[in-house]
């Protein structure tokens, strides 16, 4: 229950007994009466009170209920993003390791021809 709640059935507690002992005080009754009268008063405040109190609680579950729903919801959408971010780093992965062999075949393509280049123009000053 929360906060507000709790003032609130405090304060119609209170509010209610004190209204009630006053008007059963201030009525020209007999003991027995009064002491009647103060008994349904107290019967009603506290039936007033258990209804207050129920009608919080069942809030507060609402309440709870939705917080745990979005919670999941959250979760949920948390886990697509996750695995989202997991195939977007393979698909890099696996691209970077393209672009590496095809830079490496380059390369040595390139090394084999200026290797070729140096044979042959060796050749041609040794000739």
Do not use: C, H, N, W
């Not at 209170?14 to 008007?23: K, S, Y």
């Not at 201030?26 to 209804?51: M, V, Y």
């Not at 507060?60 to 919670?71: N, P």
């Amino acid at each position: 229950m929360t906060m507000k709640s709790s003032d609130f059935l405090k304060g119609v507690l209170i509010g209610g007994l004190i209204g009630a002992a006053a008007g059963i005080l201030f009525a020209p009754k007999s003991g027995k009466e009064t002491r009647e009268d103060i008994a349904r008063k107290t019967d009603e405040l506290i039936q007033k009170a258990r209804e207050e109190y129920e009608v919080a609680l069942e809030k507060s579950k609402k309440a709870y209920e939705t917080a745990i729903k979005k919670a999941k919801e959250i979760q949920s959408m948390a886990r697509e993003k996750v695995e989202d971010v997991e195939e977007t780093v393979t698909d890099l992965t696996e691209k970077g390791k393209e672009t590496l062999l095809d830079s490496r075949t380059r390369l040595k393509k390139a090394l084999d021809a200026g290797i070729d280049a140096f044979k042959e123009e060796k050749d041609r000053t040794d000739a």
